[in-house]
């Protein structure tokens, strides 16, 4: 095996033209971790963010971006049992992922299913635990609920409105565009938050029931009609705040006389025992999905290792319905 390696740094906080190649030694597996040859990783928005300057690692972890890796195990620590050299898997990183080789936990690997390419199994990571965690961990879903996913055609919006099917619960959707209101139009019910107002849709179409749950990533702007179209017992669910992270007028007396559950998270806040949860949670429930050819991501567009710039720039764009992938090996 190789030596060194080249990963991607973000030498100041900034665009794209921040994104450069260094080339280092090869990361060494601690006793619970494997090291993993890359054959391609995810772009996601948190890694805009970090690269911005506005998502930093937590201090002791690698600056390098990338969440979400697919390959293959090269290298085992002392205290690994369940994974061995030569497996093929996909993991939740924590950091480093933009990278030739990646140290990942043991317990944030899942075996990738046969039939499912190293690019699908690389996009599945990032979205797949968020959503797992939020809306089926902490926000309780379950089959016969109704759920509202804004950023439908997002890499957590497809994967979020995917799991819903699956799992028997149906489904609103807001997107920017008549365009991305057919590319889901198959998974959900999808509304264009540029031409409709998607609370007067909802409350139409559920007989002014509503939802049960809220999935968002837009924040303020989004809050009042979010209460308003919760049902009784509802969730309101929080993985970012794109549009504004405070919010004034918020109607406590609609929540108390709701029920309404107002929460929230982050990935890279939560523990490896947590993460761990998530992934045994994915083998057990999802895995056997992915192994049908069912849920797996949609990928919007596939880049070369040495087009991370271009990459970055897809994503900026906003164009995007599903997942931005990096190839690292053919």
Not at 21 to 41: G, S
Not at 164 to 173: I, M, S, V
Not at 270 to 298: F, N, S, Y
């Amino acid at each position: 095996m190789a030596q060194s390696m080249q990963h991607v740094i973000i030498t100041e906080p900034g665009g794209v033209e921040k994104l450069a190649y260094e080339t280092v030694d090869i990361p060494q597996p601690k006793d619970n971790e494997v090291l993993v040859k890359v054959h391609a990783f995810g772009i996601n928005r948190p890694d805009i963010l970090q690269r911005q300057g506005l998502y930093p690692m937590p201090k002791g972890v690698t600056p390098v971006p990338g969440l979400e890796v697919s390959g293959e195990v090269v290298a085992v620590g002392a205290e690994v049992n369940v994974y061995q050299v030569g497996d093929q898997v996909c993991g939740l990183t924590n950091g480093g992922g933009y990278a030739e080789y990646c140290v990942v936990p043991e317990s944030q690997l899942i075996n990738i299913p046969a039939g499912v390419s190293h690019i699908q199994a690389a996009a599945i990571p990032e979205t797949f635990f968020t959503v797992w965690a939020n809306i089926f961990q902490m926000g309780k879903a379950k089959a016969g609920e109704t759920a509202l996913i804004h950023g439908g055609t997002s890499g957590i919006g497809t994967t979020a409105l995917m799991l819903c099917k699956a799992f028997g619960l149906k489904t609103f959707a807001t997107v920017g565009s008549d365009e991305k209101v057919k590319a889901i139009q198959d998974l959900t019910h999808a509304i264009n938050y540029k031409t409709e107002d998607f609370e007067q849709v909802i409350q139409q179409a559920t007989e002014e029931n509503g939802v049960d749950i809220v999935l968002d990533m837009v924040g303020a702007p989004y809050l009042a009609q979010n209460l308003n179209v919760l049902r009784r017992d509802g969730r309101l669910v929080y993985i970012a705040f794109l549009g504004g992270a405070k919010a004034d007028g918020v109607k406590l007396g609609q929540i108390m006389m709701k029920r309404l559950t107002i929460t929230g998270s982050t990935m890279r806040a939560r523990t490896t025992a947590e993460k761990a949860k998530i992934a045994q949670d994915l083998k057990t429930h999802v895995a056997p999905l992915w192994a049908k050819g069912e849920c797996l991501p949609m990928i919007y567009k596939t880049f070369n290792f040495d087009e991370i710039q271009v990459a970055h720039l897809a994503m900026d764009a906003g164009d995007h319905i599903g997942k931005i992938v990096v190839k690292v090996l053919d």
